[in-house]
């Protein structure tokens, strides 16, 4: 007997037909609108798989309702939408996509370096709206980027692929992380700083550490006061990692240059957040990863998680220790 999964979103045809080939699924189907709570807490109760994204919070009191559960496929790299502690004691593997995103998401983390820093959005709303009357020689002038100094603040394979295209550049990079990278270092010619020194030599400083409760709100108040007036913050992480109300003030106030995000703390954000408001805040809809080639990969190594796990065996990427 097939066993049955859950599939809380609309995934690629190719990885859908992946799972058909061995499951009995059920989906939600509605495009673009995440399944509702009750919805699945429903379908949580009897299915023994669930392929969910990371619009689905996935908590204790959820994890509570599911009786036959023995894997979360997660179709991104992050987790921080599962309660993984809850999912282990129950016993529930957890999984999620690594390393098949890294160059588009750095590709993306660059984009948006570049756009903030040179004012692209900006500068095209200012040729689209008719303001564009004359050439001026300080008109819409921007930040440079080569030769700069960049700061990346968690180097794991991202930060590493983003201080790659630093190096096309003639960047000087400086990182900051749990540890130091001998490797990286010396392959990369980058170095080591603490996060102090960092954020106040960086021109451009990129989040792209993971969520976690101690980085939570890691770049608050105190650490905008540290960087430089003319520095652009790039965040392609999570949203709250970077206090929101924190960075308006000091985007507002001149305190640093501009800012480049990816990521919100709630999402989707409102058209009115805040930040928004900003002409110096190029935001974009957590598009990071999306790229076709990518988000149909990262679909299909879901899809192959999910089946691992049904079949006992130990997926590629499980983020919990479990007894399988």
Same mark, same amino acid.
């Given at each position: 007997?097939?066993? !049955?999964?859950?599939? !809380?979103?609309?995934?690629?045809?190719?990885? $859908? =037909?992946?799972?058909?080939?061995?499951?009995?699924?059920?989906? @939600?189907?509605?495009?673009?609108?995440?399944?509702?709570?009750?919805?699945?807490?429903?379908?949580?109760?009897?299915?023994?798989?669930?392929?969910?994204?990371?619009?689905?919070?996935?908590?204790?009191?959820?994890?509570?309702?599911?009786?036959?559960?023995?894997?979360?496929?997660? %179709?991104?790299?992050?987790? *921080?939408?599962?309660?993984? =502690?809850?999912?282990?004691?129950?016993?529930? %593997?957890?999984?999620?996509?690594?390393?098949?995103?890294?160059?588009?998401?750095?590709?993306?983390?660059?984009?948006?370096?570049?756009?903030? #820093?040179?004012?692209?959005?900006?500068? #095209?709303?200012?040729?689209?709206?008719?303001? @564009?009357? !004359?050439?001026?020689?300080?008109?819409?002038?921007?930040?440079?980027?080569?030769?700069?100094?960049?700061?990346?603040?968690?180097?794991?394979?991202?930060?590493?692929?983003?201080?790659?295209?630093?190096?096309?550049?003639?960047? *000087?990079?400086?990182?900051?992380?749990?540890?130091?990278?001998?490797?990286?270092?010396?392959?990369?010619?980058?170095?080591?700083?603490?996060?102090?020194?960092?954020?106040?030599?960086?021109?451009?400083?990129?989040?792209?550490?993971?969520?976690?409760?101690?980085?939570?709100?890691?770049?608050?108040? #105190? =650490?905008?006061?540290?960087?430089?007036?003319?520095?652009? $913050?790039? *965040?392609?992480?999570?949203?709250?990692?970077?206090?929101?109300?924190? $960075?308006?003030?000091?985007?507002?106030?001149?305190?640093?240059?501009?800012?480049?995000?990816?990521?919100?703390?709630?999402?989707?954000?409102?058209?009115?957040?805040?930040?928004? !408001?900003?002409?110096?805040?190029?935001?974009?809809?957590?598009?990071?990863?999306?790229?076709?080639?990518?988000?149909? *990969?990262?679909?299909?190594?879901?899809?192959?998680?999910?089946?691992?796990?049904?079949?006992?065996?130990?997926?590629?990427?499980?983020?919990?220790?479990?007894?399988?």
């Amino acid at each position: 007997m097939k066993p !049955t999964v859950y599939i !809380t979103r609309k995934i690629p045809e190719e990885a $859908l =037909e992946i799972i058909q080939a061995s499951c009995e699924v059920k989906m @939600w189907d509605k495009e673009d609108t995440p399944v509702p709570r009750d919805i699945l807490k429903k379908e949580i109760q009897d299915v023994e798989g669930i392929y969910c994204l990371l619009t689905e919070n996935i908590d204790a009191e959820l994890l509570s309702e599911a009786n036959n559960l023995k894997i979360i496929s997660n %179709m991104a790299v992050g987790y *921080n939408n599962i309660d993984v =502690e809850a999912a282990s004691e129950k016993g529930i %593997m957890v999984t999620n996509t690594p390393g098949i995103l890294t160059e588009t998401t750095a590709d993306l983390t660059f984009a948006l370096l570049m756009a903030a #820093s040179r004012r692209l959005i900006e500068s #095209s709303d200012y040729l689209r709206e008719g303001k @564009w009357k !004359t050439w001026s020689p300080m008109l819409l002038t921007g930040q440079d980027i080569y030769g700069a100094t960049l700061g990346i603040i968690g180097l794991g394979r991202i930060g590493e692929a983003v201080a790659r295209r630093a190096n096309g550049f003639g960047m *000087n990079v400086l990182y900051n992380g749990r540890s130091r990278k001998m490797r990286a270092e010396e392959e990369l010619d980058i170095s080591f700083a603490d996060k102090e020194t960092l954020l106040r030599e960086s021109d451009f400083v990129c989040v792209l550490t993971p969520y976690r409760p101690e980085t939570v709100n890691l770049i608050n108040e #105190s =650490e905008l006061a540290l960087m430089k007036s003319s520095a652009v $913050l790039v *965040n392609t992480s999570r949203g709250g990692i970077v206090n929101e109300d924190a $960075l308006y003030d000091a985007l507002k106030n001149g305190e640093i240059w501009a800012a480049g995000l990816d990521v919100f703390k709630t999402e989707p954000a409102s058209p009115d957040h805040p930040l928004l !408001t900003l002409p110096n805040v190029v935001a974009l809809p957590h598009i990071g990863s999306a790229s076709k080639h990518t988000r149909l *990969n990262m679909a299909k190594m879901a899809a192959d998680h999910l089946l691992q796990g049904l079949n006992d065996e130990v997926p590629a990427h499980l983020v919990n220790e479990v007894r399988v």
